[in-house]
């Protein structure tokens, strides 16, 4: 198994992108920020980049994105991204923006046609209310059609508290996924089941194609048990695992599995 200390930012080698034009983001523990992380460092190595959702997002920022498009015609859509690639390099894009201030999704078969005008397409394809650990309900995650890598993300944060609605997004299925009852303390088997049970964050998704991405890293103790949930995810059949911290000061903190 190769163990990288990386201590740097490169979370595109970090994650294996390697030909995939899509990238999927699930979970939870900073799945948005991790998006919107790789977008700016696509765009700063001179990528055309496309951030969007299949599901709901927070409108983005002006830090974020150069501008914003939203529409239902594909044809007009399309046109408006390029016109708004002729100044910038990170465009946002959905159906529509509502009054709540949120970004409401695409349909799952444009990314891959929307390759044709941005070099990346990154699209986050699942909610989590803003906790560091879900697991998905029956409709989720509205994965993008053809081919793309999963990126699924986890907050170290959850391992050590107790499972209520505080901490986990749908507890009901993570209690049946991980056997886990409501007020029993969440361990790291427990994170790494989350993502490998059939019913998990992976869901949909070739194992093969799938890379964890555990955040938040702040100590010693964080570190451990990122660890663990490494060689179980491995031994479970994920191949790439990346230990980081995107938030405060970045790092890729280590990666794990093959290339």
């Known amino acids: 198994m190769m163990q990288t200390k990386q201590n740097g930012h490169n979370l595109r080698v970090a994650v294996n992108i390697g030909a995939e034009q899509v990238v999927s983001f699930v979970g939870g523990g900073g799945k948005t920020t991790a998006m919107f992380y790789l977008a700016n460092e696509l765009a700063q190595l001179g990528a055309k980049v496309i951030v969007t959702t299949t599901t709901k997002i927070f409108v983005p920022s002006s830090e974020e994105i150069g501008c914003l498009v939203t529409g239902t015609l594909l044809p007009e859509v399309v046109s ?119 019913q998990g964050l992976a869901k949909g998704k070739s194992l093969a194609e799938t890379s964890l991405l555990i955040n938040k890293i702040d100590n010693a103790v964080h570190l451990s048990a990122a660890r663990e949930i490494a060689r179980l995810v491995l031994a479970g059949g994920i191949p790439r695992v990346v230990i980081a911290r995107l938030q405060g000061e970045p790092a890729i903190i280590e990666t794990h599995g093959r290339k």
């Open 80 to 198: 408006a991204i390029q016109n708004c690639f002729c100044s910038h390099r990170i465009v946002g894009l959905g159906s529509k923006a509502d009054d709540n201030n949120k970004l409401h999704g695409i349909p799952a078969h444009w990314p891959e046609i929307l390759v044709a005008t941005a070099d990346y397409v990154l699209v986050e394809a699942d909610g989590a209310k803003g906790k560091p650990l879900k697991a998905p309900a029956a409709h989720e995650p509205v994965l993008p059609t053809g081919g793309h890598r999963l990126v699924v993300v986890a907050g170290i944060d959850a391992v050590g508290e107790r499972l209520s609605p505080a901490i986990a997004h749908r507890i009901e299925q993570i209690e049946v996924i991980t056997g886990l009852k409501a007020g029993e303390v969440i361990k790291p088997g427990d994170i790494a089941a989350v993502v490998l049970h059939p």
